[in-house]
C-alpha cells in the first residue's frame, strides 16, 4: 500500500483552538515576523519540527509511572541502557536531556581548534558546536543533495571522493572524526545507504579517524534501506540498525526524534578514553551518569520509545503520511525538494516566490504566510538559518537550498489534517505573488534564527 493507514488508535486527545487571521496577523508583529515566537496554542497544525514532538503510545505512559527517581542507579537507566545497547552495539552509554547536549561534551572533549569535522551536512546544533570550538564544520554531501529535482534513492550519501581529499588535504591529526547525520536532516531528511556508510568506514579506516553518527532519524534511515537497498527487503530493522551501526564507534542521538519521547538525548561511544573524559563534564553540567538530565521516567519513555520506533507498521505509516503531503504537493505543482524525505516535506522557496530575491528571505517569508492564511507553521531552512557574512567584504554568503520545511510530528496528525495543509499550500501557491519579501532588523552572533526579528516590505 502506498500510504498505509494509522497503526493506532486515539485515547487522548489536545483540543486546538482555530484563530482568525486578523490575530495572526496580530501574532506576526508582534513576533517580528519570527515563527519561533508565536505561541503554539495559536498555531492550528505545527509542522516547527518533528522533535520532541511526537505522540508517545499507552506503553510509555503506563512506563512513565513506573519511575524510579533515585539519584544512582535508577532501575530506569538499566532499562534504558539495554535498549541502546541491544540496537547501538556500542560499549558505554551516557544519557544527556537532549542532543545537543551529546554533541557538546563529545566536541568539547575531543574537538580542538583549529581543527574540521567532515559531515555529510552539520544540522544548525552540530555546526554551531563544532565551530564553538574554534574548529570547522565540512559538509561533504554528494552534490546532487543540492539539486532539489534531482530524484535518487540516497540523497543524503557522503562524497567519499570530497572527504578523502579534505582528510589529505587538512591531515588527519586536525580531523578528530567524521560524523554522518542519518537521515540528512539539512538536505531534505534524504537517507544514507548502507553501501556508503560502509565505504565511509573502510575509508577513515584507512587513516584511523574514528566515525561517528548522528542518529537522531536512525530508523526512518534504516526504513528507507530496506525499501530501496538491494539485499535488505528481507531484513528487519533492527538487523539493519545493528549492522548499521556496527561501522562506527559511536553516535550522538536527540532521541526527541526516533526516541519518541519529548525530551531526551545519549552519547554512546566504545573509547574508554574520551567516555571517562565525557562523565567528568557531564557531572558538572548535566547530572550523574546514570540520569544525565533526564528523570528516571524520561529514561523508561525512551527505552520503551527505541523499541517501539522499530515497528514496520509505525515506520510505514510515518514514511507514508510524509510521502501523502509530499504527493499531494507535487502533483499540484507546488514546488517541492525531491525525493520526499523520512520527516518532512521541503518547500522550495526558491521557485516558489520567484519575485523575492534572496536577500529578502524567500523561505522565511513563505513559512510567514503559510501562518498568516492558514494557521499552519513551517520552518525556514535558508538563509536565516544558514546564511553567513562574509567577514572580509561583509557581503552574505547565501545557501544554496532556500527552504521551508513542513516536519511531521511523529503519531500527533491525522491524514485529513495532512488534506488540509496539502490544500492550503496549494491555494497559497495560486496567490504567490501578493507575499512579501522581508527585511531583517535584529540577528543574534550564533543560530540567529532562533530570535531574528524582521519587517515586511512593501508588496511589490
Ligand atoms: C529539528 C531539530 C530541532 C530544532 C533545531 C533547530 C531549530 C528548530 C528545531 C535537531 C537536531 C537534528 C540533528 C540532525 C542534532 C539535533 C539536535 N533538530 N542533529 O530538526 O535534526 O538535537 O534538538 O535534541 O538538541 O527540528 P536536540
Redesign the pocket.
Same mark, same amino acid.
Given at each position: 500500500m502506498k500510504f498505509p493507514s494509522e497503526p493506532f488508535k486515539i485515547k487522548v486527545v489536545e483540543p486546538i483552538r482555530r484563530t482568525t487571521r486578523e490575530e495572526r496577523e496580530r501574532l506576526l508583529r508582534e513576533s517580528g515576523y519570527n515563527l519561533?515566537h508565536v505561541p503554539a496554542d495559536s498555531v492550528y497544525v505545527d509542522l @516547527?519540527? !518533528?522533535? *520532541?514532538t511526537a505522540a508517545m503510545s499507552d506503553n510509555q505512559w503506563a512506563g512513565m509511572m513506573l519511575g524510579d527517581e533515585s539519584y544512582a542507579g535508577s532501575k530506569n537507566y538499566y532499562h534504558f541502557e539495554d535498549a541502546v545497547r541491544s540496537i547501538f552495539g556500542y560499549k558505554h552509554v551516557i544519557p544527556t536531556h537532549? *542532543?545537543?547536549?551529546?554533541?557538546n561534551l563529545l566536541f568539547s572533549t575531543v574537538v580542538k581548534s583549529g581543527m574540521s569535522v567532515p559531515n555529510n551536512i552539520h544540522? !544548525?546544533?552540530?555546526r554551531a558546536n563544532v565551530e564553538h570550538q574554534g574548529a570547522q564544520a565540512l559538509d561533504l554531501v554528494i552534490k546532487e543533495a543540492y539539486d532539489p529535482h534531482r530524484e535518487i534513492p540516497f540523497k543524503g550519501n557522503m562524497d567519499l571522493v570530497r572527504l578523502e581529499e579534505t582528510i589529505n588535504r587538512i591531515g588527519r591529526d586536525r580531523i578528530p572524526l567524521v560524523m554522518i547525520?542519518i537521515?540528512?536532516?539539512?538536505g531534505g531528511g534524504q537517507p544514507v545507504s548502507m553501501d556508503n556508510i560502509r565505504k565511509t568506514r573502510a575509508l577513515v579506516n584507512r587513516y584511523g579517524i574514528p566515525l561517528l553518527f548522528?542518529a537522531?532519524?536512525f530508523a526512518e534511515n534504516c526504513f528507507f534501506i530496506k525499501e530501496r537497498e538491494p539485499g535488505y527487503a528481507d531484513k528487519a530493522i533492527l538487523e539493519i540498525a545493528r549492522e548499521l551501526f556496527s561501522y562506527g564507534d559511536g553516535c550522538?542521538m536527540?532521541?526527541?526524534?526516533d526516541g519518541l519521547v519529548n525530551i531526551g *538525548?545519549f552519547l554512546s561511544l566504545n573509547n574508554d578514553q574520551w567516555v571517562q573524559d565525557i562523565t567528568n563534564m557531564l557531572i558538572l553540567v548535566e547530572g550523574f551518569p546514570t540520569y544525565g538530565g533526564l528523570a528516571g521516567r524520561d529514561l523508561e519513555a525512551m527505552a520503551r520509545g527505541l523499541k517501539e520506533v522499530l515497528e514496520e507498521d509505525y515506520l510505514a505509516f510515518r514514511i507514508g503520511q510524509v510521502r501523502y503531503l509530499g504527493d499531494l504537493l507535487d502533483k499540484a505543482g507546488v514546488p517541492i525538494l525531491k525525493p520526499v524525505g523520512g520527516?518532512?516535506v521541503y518547500l522550495n522557496a526558491k521557485e516558489f516566490l520567484t519575485h523575492i530575491p534572496p536577500s529578502q528571505f524567500p523561505a522565511q517569508a513563505l513559512a510567514v504566510a503559510l501562518y498568516r492564511e492558514y494557521g499552519i507553521r513551517g520552518?525556514e531552512i535558508g538563509t536565516v538559518?544558514f546564511g553567513k557574512k562574509d567577514p572580509a567584504t561583509g557581503r552574505t554568503i547565501y545557501p544554496e537550498l532556500e527552504m521551508v520545511?513542513l516536519?511531521i510530528p511523529r503519531r500527533v496528525y491525522t491524514n485529513m489534517q495532512i488534506t488540509y495543509v496539502a490544500e492550503s499550500i496549494i491555494e497559497l501557491h495560486r496567490i504567490r505573488e501578493s507575499i512579501p519579501g522581508l527585511t531583517m532588523t535584529y540577528e543574534a552572533p550564533v @543560530?540567529r534564527?532562533?530570535t531574528a526579528r524582521f519587517e515586511e516590505l512593501p508588496p511589490r
Amino acid at each position: 500500500m502506498k500510504f498505509p493507514s494509522e497503526p493506532f488508535k486515539i485515547k487522548v486527545v489536545e483540543p486546538i483552538r482555530r484563530t482568525t487571521r486578523e490575530e495572526r496577523e496580530r501574532l506576526l508583529r508582534e513576533s517580528g515576523y519570527n515563527l519561533f515566537h508565536v505561541p503554539a496554542d495559536s498555531v492550528y497544525v505545527d509542522l @516547527l519540527t !518533528d522533535s *520532541g514532538t511526537a505522540a508517545m503510545s499507552d506503553n510509555q505512559w503506563a512506563g512513565m509511572m513506573l519511575g524510579d527517581e533515585s539519584y544512582a542507579g535508577s532501575k530506569n537507566y538499566y532499562h534504558f541502557e539495554d535498549a541502546v545497547r541491544s540496537i547501538f552495539g556500542y560499549k558505554h552509554v551516557i544519557p544527556t536531556h537532549q *542532543g545537543r547536549m551529546a554533541e557538546n561534551l563529545l566536541f568539547s572533549t575531543v574537538v580542538k581548534s583549529g581543527m574540521s569535522v567532515p559531515n555529510n551536512i552539520h544540522f !544548525d546544533t552540530t555546526r554551531a558546536n563544532v565551530e564553538h570550538q574554534g574548529a570547522q564544520a565540512l559538509d561533504l554531501v554528494i552534490k546532487e543533495a543540492y539539486d532539489p529535482h534531482r530524484e535518487i534513492p540516497f540523497k543524503g550519501n557522503m562524497d567519499l571522493v570530497r572527504l578523502e581529499e579534505t582528510i589529505n588535504r587538512i591531515g588527519r591529526d586536525r580531523i578528530p572524526l567524521v560524523m554522518i547525520t542519518i537521515t540528512n536532516n539539512s538536505g531534505g531528511g534524504q537517507p544514507v545507504s548502507m553501501d556508503n556508510i560502509r565505504k565511509t568506514r573502510a575509508l577513515v579506516n584507512r587513516y584511523g579517524i574514528p566515525l561517528l553518527f548522528d542518529a537522531c532519524r536512525f530508523a526512518e534511515n534504516c526504513f528507507f534501506i530496506k525499501e530501496r537497498e538491494p539485499g535488505y527487503a528481507d531484513k528487519a530493522i533492527l538487523e539493519i540498525a545493528r549492522e548499521l551501526f556496527s561501522y562506527g564507534d559511536g553516535c550522538t542521538m536527540s532521541a526527541k526524534k526516533d526516541g519518541l519521547v519529548n525530551i531526551g *538525548g545519549f552519547l554512546s561511544l566504545n573509547n574508554d578514553q574520551w567516555v571517562q573524559d565525557i562523565t567528568n563534564m557531564l557531572i558538572l553540567v548535566e547530572g550523574f551518569p546514570t540520569y544525565g538530565g533526564l528523570a528516571g521516567r524520561d529514561l523508561e519513555a525512551m527505552a520503551r520509545g527505541l523499541k517501539e520506533v522499530l515497528e514496520e507498521d509505525y515506520l510505514a505509516f510515518r514514511i507514508g503520511q510524509v510521502r501523502y503531503l509530499g504527493d499531494l504537493l507535487d502533483k499540484a505543482g507546488v514546488p517541492i525538494l525531491k525525493p520526499v524525505g523520512g520527516h518532512a516535506v521541503y518547500l522550495n522557496a526558491k521557485e516558489f516566490l520567484t519575485h523575492i530575491p534572496p536577500s529578502q528571505f524567500p523561505a522565511q517569508a513563505l513559512a510567514v504566510a503559510l501562518y498568516r492564511e492558514y494557521g499552519i507553521r513551517g520552518v525556514e531552512i535558508g538563509t536565516v538559518m544558514f546564511g553567513k557574512k562574509d567577514p572580509a567584504t561583509g557581503r552574505t554568503i547565501y545557501p544554496e537550498l532556500e527552504m521551508v520545511r513542513l516536519a511531521i510530528p511523529r503519531r500527533v496528525y491525522t491524514n485529513m489534517q495532512i488534506t488540509y495543509v496539502a490544500e492550503s499550500i496549494i491555494e497559497l501557491h495560486r496567490i504567490r505573488e501578493s507575499i512579501p519579501g522581508l527585511t531583517m532588523t535584529y540577528e543574534a552572533p550564533v @543560530l540567529r534564527h532562533f530570535t531574528a526579528r524582521f519587517e515586511e516590505l512593501p508588496p511589490r
